[in-house]
């Protein structure tokens, strides 16, 4: 054998040996798994369990259903890309609460950690494997009746059903009173709003939409006759209601008043097509405090964002708006709602006490997912009156934001998607001097040292206010 070719043989063969064997694939089509593999019934079924089928089942709002394997196997490369957005338009699932800054503590939170997101990629990158049967935990139940998630309801309303064509614009209007039928005052424990219409349930939808009618519906309740209805005498503002928005439960200190000869105002309310014409009410379900119950707080009256005079720029990046409010009361903030538009991207609230500053949080901000942020109890802003609150929105109106219809276009502000609003829906509550100092107490008492820090809270570490001594009068004055 010729030298050359014997060279050519040995330099083939040190290459086999240095490549390592591709394993074959087992009977199943699947790729034999190490002990360290990311598969689909030991480590991503979890996660989708708890974070991602409440949406993504046969009969949830989602356009696809990840509850099996054979569900979520052609969409693993998506899932990949769509958890690692985190907090930007598009992100799965849709938490944008940013992680690195800010108050980190939030009821009914879904978000994924740093790890999940990188067993999700690791997983599509390895061919998204099923894995052993045995690992799969027990299927999630999804109930699809009727009944409601707060529980049997004290009340419900319904609305006059509005009939929406398969395809024309959106459409904002009145619905006009609804009366409540209510004969004394009650205070509401829990709200929730469902939509019914005649759209087939099951089967894929095309949009988040798809199986509704309305896009939202902001109302209120106001006292009938010769009473105004304004906030001091038993009208009430209730938190908006939006596709795919969960119930509201209020905390037990600060029930929502309806009151007696009141009428619900469904004042505004959006509709938008979905290719199918479709015939659709709204059901409002009230679940009351005990006959006799009073609130410790009264609700705020903090209003924070700007609906009016807004000027956004065409083709312009991180555009901002800014606002302002002087706190007339303590005040502690139960939600944090940040609504924009189309061109919103971000938002963050600040508080400014004295020379401190303190970033509440940032939520990165999606038009096709509006989310209400709920604080656990003990982490909600506990605020001073007098601390300035700074509401600060972030604005794209680029190509690189998909949501906005044409960036080449001027928009102030106004109720259509491509008009545009900066206001944070969120609610809060009025505390008085001797609930503001129980309050601060308790966050105290959680915070082992004064190395400890409640962000969000300036005066806890504050030398508590001792009660006033009652003065007294001699008998000869």
Known sequence: MPARLRMALRVVVLIGLATPITPLAQSSGQPRESSNAVTFT????????????????????????????EDARPWARAMKTRTALRTSRGAMPPWFIEKNI???????????????????????????????????????????????????????????????????????????????????????????????????KGGSVKTVGGRYGFHHMTYSSVVQGDRPGGDADGGTSWPVHEVGRNADIFPPEAGRLLAANSALSLSAYHLHSNGRET????????????????PLYRNSGLRLGNG??????????????????????????????PHMHAPGVRMCMEAIWGYSIQTLNCVGYDHNWVKQYVYEDDAAPLLPKGTIVHLIGFLDTTPANRNPADPRNWAG?????????????????????????????????????????????????????????????????
């Open 308 to 337: 009016i005079d807004i000027d956004v720029k065409p083709n312009q990046a991180n555009q901002e708006q800014h606002a302002y409010a002087t706190l007339q009361e303590h005040t502690k903030i139960i939600t944090f709602e």
């Open 42 to 69: 030991k480590d991503i079924a979890p996660i989708l369990q708890r974070s991602c089928q409440q949406c993504h089942h046969p009969d949830g709002v989602a356009p696809m259903s990840l509850v099996t394997y």
């Open 279 to 294: 015939k659709a009410h709204l059901e409002f379900a009230f679940k009351f405090f005990p006959a006799g119950y009073k």
């Open 413 to 477: 502000g106004g109720r259509r998607s491509i008009a545009n609003m900066f206001i944070n829906l969120g609610y809060s509550v009025a505390l008085t001097e001797e609930q503001f100092q129980a309050e601060m107490a308790k966050r105290r008492q959680n915070m082992k040292s004064r190395n400890d820090y409640d962000l969000g809270c300036p005066l806890c570490w504050a030398p508590p206010v001792k009660p006033a001594q009652p003065t007294t009068t001699s008998g000869n004055q």
């Open 102 to 200: 800010g108050i980190q503590r939030f009821k009914n939170d879904p978000s994924l950690s740093d790890g999940e997101i990188a067993k999700i990629a690791k997983w599509a990158d390895a061919g998204a494997p099923r894995g052993n049967p045995a690992d799969m935990p027990p299927a999630r139940h999804f109930d699809t009746t009727d009944r409601w998630t707060i529980g049997e309801p004290d009340l419900v309303l319904r609305s006059p059903e509005v009939t929406v064509p398969a395809a024309g614009p959106d459409k904002w209007g009145s619905l006009g009173l609804v009366p409540t039928g209510v004969t004394e005052d009650r205070y509401v424990a829990a709200l929730e709003v469902r939509e019914v219409n005649d759209i087939p």
